[in-house]
Structures are given as structure tokens and as C-alpha cells.
């Protein structure tokens, strides 16, 4: 009995912490990924092929900008090992590091972005809806050279668990970002109405805003200024920087052998028709928010995992990582519930065209099962993170969504190999198939990591 009480009570303290990490930087993702929904709400009030446009233009930017956070995460465990052992002139030097990163990573994604209008124009869609497509893109290459240095401060603050600035400046940049789509996509307060592409410049001013905060946050507030992480700029360290893309580079594959598997359904059903794809992007993007509380979960134990690996205690890692999983899953089978009640209204809030309205009802079923399995894979990701633990992950991944997953999810939507095919339908089955393998085999890779650092420890 006494037993069960310890127990329950080591639970309750270190849920406790991993909430006072999470809940932050939850509410900062769910207002980053709250912008995109906010430009699909604008563009469904315009129109259908609006709608569409900019759920195809935002598939190109999300594989891009994942992959970029991916990359630039790889310099959050870093940071965490390197505060969680108490050397403060490192976690400056890597900073400085990650910066230099930066630079040559925007460029690499205006490019990425360019060939993206590209593959638009080669698609099987009305010339209005690529048009529209190609003008909501174009301001993206304002937001993608600062993407990657907004990134380098945020891994650095959340490396350090210093996570206030995500959930404040990210909470003050929804709020300017709905104020800015309203005017520019509608022409309001004297702007000229812009419609889909209103609602990229608003984009790319919030950004301007966010990397602002950022920086002077990292020389105004008490904790960074005690690190001084403008001093002695180091120079562009080759080594440094190839330590953040040996982490970086695994992480962001991962992140984009899942999420390149949701951006790339709509390029694939664009040939449906815009209803189709209209009624899609109303149910990912509301899944994309709901996801955010996973992700929120994965970063905490990221950060706590890399700070117990940095201080010599794998025990202390493992049973965030317990802790940190059941939580996941109770939450995850709380936004299935939500979905599922919330169905009709959500598809009725995003458009008024009944069509859209009844796919995207239909949709929300598959999204509740999907995030009942996705919420576990994902926070095991992350808890591999704090371990450095990538490439694993990463073969995971890849065979689960590309090797598993997406022939059974093609065949499905879009031949007759099965019978009648689904259509949009077909996809969604196959994410929630990858998320299942994704998850069974990611949470096996984390019981043998944490496993073996336990008894490396207990062989000294």
C-alpha cells in the first residue's frame, strides 16, 4: 500500500514537471500552427478554389519549413547537454553556431520554395487555383530566409527549458496574425484586399516579428544575459556545425518521412477537385492543432531527457519518458473524443459549401482514430531525441509511412486493387496504419535505449 502511495506521488511531481514544460510549449505550437489554420478559414470564406490553393501552397511550405526545424533542432539536445553540466560558454558558442547555420539554410529554402511553384504548375488542377497557389507562395521567400535564424534562438531558449519566449511571443504572433489576415486577405483598415496571397504576407510580416522578439530577448532578458550570447562571436565552426547536422539532418527525415506523407495527399487528390481537397484541409489542419499537444509533450522530453542525460541520470530519463507517455495517450484520447463531438461544427466554421461540409465531417472519424495512435509515436521521438538517438528513428519512420503505409494507402485511394477506390478516404487509412507501425516500433527503440543507459551506468 505504502508502495502504491510512493509510486502514485513520484507520478504526480514528475507529470507535474513535464506539464510546466509542455503546457508552454503546447500553447506556443498550437498558435504557430493556429496561423495556418487562420489562412485556411480566410481562404475557405473566399472561395473553394482559394481554399484549395492555399492548402496546396501550404503543402509545399509545411514539408519545407519541417524539414528546416528538424535541421535546426538537431541543436536543442546539444544545448540541453550542455547546460545540464553546467557549461554555460558552450551553450553560447553553439548558439553562435546554430546562427551561422542559418544563413546558407534560408537560401537552400527559397530554392526548395521555387521548385515548389514549379512542381504546383506541372499539377492536374485549374489554371485559377495553381495562380492562386503560385501568389501565396511568393512571399514565403521573404519568410524562408528568416525561418532558419528564428529557430536557431528558439532550439537555443528550449535547450535550455527556457520556454517562456515560445509560448509569449508565439501567443502575441497569433493574435497579429489573425489582425493582418483579416485586413490583407479582405481589404480592410484601407489595405487593398489580397485575398489568398493577403494571407502570406501576413506570414512573412509575423515572422519578421517573431525573429525580432527573439533576438532581443536573447540580449535583454536575466538568464541570457548572464550567457552574453552576443560576446566573442565565434567564428563558423565546421565541426560544430557538422555535430548539428549529424543530429539535425536524421531528425528532420524523420519529421518528414511522416508529415511529407500528409503534405503530399493533397497533391495527389488535387485531381478530385477542389472539394475534395477543401474538405481535406479542413480536417488535417484541425487535426495539425490537436497534434500540437503531442509534439508539446515530445519537446518536453526532449528537453528533460538531454538535461538528465547531461547530469549522469538515465534513471531519472527513463521515468520522465513513463510519465511522459501515459500522459500522451489520456490526452490524445481526449481530443479523439472532441473531434468526433465537435464534427459537423468544425467542417461548418471552415466553409459554407454543404459538399465540402460533408467530406470533412466523414474525415473527422479517421483523424480521431489517427491521433489515439499518433500521440505515442511521436512522444517517443522525442524522448529519442533527448537521447541523440536519430537514425534509428529515422529507419523507423521511413518503413512505416513509405514502406508500409503508402502502397496500402495509394492502392486504397486511388486504383481498384481493393475494389471501388476511396479516394481522400484511402490516405487517411493509410496514416493511421503508419502511425500504429511508426508507434510500435518507436516506443521498442526506446525501451532498448533507455535500457542500455541504465546498465552502461551501473557497469562504471
Known sequence: MLSNHIKHSAFIKNATL?????????????????MTVTDIYMAGQVGADSLAAVQLGGSIWSIINLIVIGIMIGNSPIIGNHWGAGNRHLVRFQFQQALWLAVPVGLIVNCAILFGIYILGRLDIPYEVYDIGRRYLMPFLITGLMFPAFFAFRSTFEGMGDIRPVMVFNGAAFFLNIALDYALVFGKFGLPAMGAEGAAWATAIVMTFLLICMAIYAQ????????????????ANV??????????VPIALNIAAE???????PLLIAHLGSDVVGAHAIAINIDSLAFMIPLGMAQALTIKVSHAEGAGDPRLAR???????????????????????LRSDFASWFSPDPNVQM?????FFFAAALG????????????????????????????????????????????DFWGEPLGVYGFWIGTIIGASCAGVGLISRWNIVSRRRIQALATL
Request: net charge positive; proline share 2%; with cysteine.
Open 372 to 415: 489515439s495512435v499518433d500521440c505515442l509515436q511521436m512522444a517517443a521521438s522525442g524522448a529519442l531525441r533527448g537521447y541523440k538517438d536519430v537514425r534509428m528513428p529515422l529507419l523507423i519512420q521511413v518503413v512505416a509511412f513509405w514502406g508500409i503505409a503508402f502502397p496500402i494507402a495509394y492502392s486504397l485511394a486511388l486504383t
Open 319 to 341: 521515468r520522465f519518458c513513463l510519465v511522459g507517455f501515459k500522459l500522451v495517450f489520456m490526452l490524445g484520447l481526449i481530443m479523439a473524443a472532441v473531434k468526433i463531438s
Open 359 to 363: 467530406i470533412a465531417t466523414n474525415l
Open 220 to 235: 535583454r532578458s536575466h538568464t541570457m544575459r548572464a550567457l552574453k550570447l552576443y560576446s566573442e562571436f565565434a567564428r
Open 259 to 265: 508529415i511529407s506523407f500528409f503534405a503530399i495527399i
Open 18 to 34: 513535464l506539464w510546466s514544460l509542455a503546457g508552454p510549449l503546447i500553447l506556443g505550437q498550437v498558435a504557430v500552427v493556429g
Open 239 to 248: 565541426a560544430a556545425i557538422v555535430n548539428i547536422l549529424r543530429l539535425g
